[in-house]
Structure formats: structure tokens, C-alpha cells
């Protein structure tokens, strides 16, 4: 059984920081590119950043890059959101997911979800 468990989440003040661990279990890790999404209340789900299966490219959202930065230890299976200046239009609960290897920006393009981890930034 696949399980994707997110953590790291919290409240935390505009312009701090907080680090998003994901942490896979039941899957070949290394066979698949990462994702993280989030979703604020009353919006759709949006793309945040993604890494490729061997964590040599990264994507970004326009409205993250500069101040976030997606890793993945293959090691560990985890994969990493580190979140910097933080601002309360990041409010939201955050998502991991498993998908294609190169990585994408496609939510449809992922078959494995975790449950999520609320992020709320105060300003």
C-alpha cells in the first residue's frame, strides 16, 4: 500500500520559514518524480514545485520561485519543501505527490497523494 505522510507544517509569521518533509512508503521511491501542491480555502488545488526521480531538475511555480526550494533524498524517501519569507498568501494545506519521473506541473499527471499539511502564515 502506498502512503505519501506529509509534516512540517505549522503557524508561522510573515517572512519565516518552515521545511515540508514527505516520507514514502510502498512505492519505488527513486521510479518517481515529486511534487508538492497546495490548495488555500475556496481555491483549486495549484502546483508549487517539483523535482525530477534523480533531483536534477526542479520546477517552479512563478509565485514560489526565489523563496522555496524542492529536495529529495532517495535514501530516505522523502522529499523536501523548504519554504523561506513566507507570506500569508502561502496559507494553505500543503500536498505531496508521486508521478511522472521527470516531473511535472500537472496535477493529473500524479497517482499518489498524501493527506496534506496545513501551512498558515500570519501577517
Known amino acids: 500500500q502506498v502512503q505519501l505522510v506529509e509534516s512540517g507544517g505549522g503557524l508561522v509569521q510573515a517572512g519565516g520559514s518552515l521545511r515540508l518533509s514527505c516520507a514514502a512508503s510502498?512505492?519505488?521511491?527513486?521510479?518517481?518524480?515529486m511534487g508538492w501542491f497546495r490548495q488555500a480555502p475556496g481555491k483549486e488545488r495549484e502546483f508549487v514545485a517539483a523535482?525530477?526521480?534523480?533531483?536534477?531538475?526542479?520546477y517552479y511555480a512563478d509565485s514560489v520561485k526565489g523563496r522555496f526550494a524542492i529536495s529529495r533524498d532517495n535514501g530516505k524517501n522523502t522529499v523536501y519543501l523548504q519554504m523561506n519569507s513566507l507570506k500569508p498568501e502561502d496559507t494553505a494545506v500543503y500536498y505531496c505527490?508521486?508521478?511522472?519521473?521527470?516531473?511535472?506541473?500537472?496535477?493529473?499527471?500524479?497517482?499518489?497523494w498524501g493527506q496534506g499539511t496545513q501551512v498558515t502564515v500570519s501577517s
Open positions: 523535482i525530477s526521480w534523480s533531483g536534477d531538475t526542479t
Open positions: 505527490a508521486g508521478g511522472p519521473r521527470a516531473g511535472s506541473n500537472n496535477p493529473r499527471t500524479y497517482s499518489h
Open positions: 510502498g512505492l519505488t521511491f527513486s521510479y518517481y518524480g
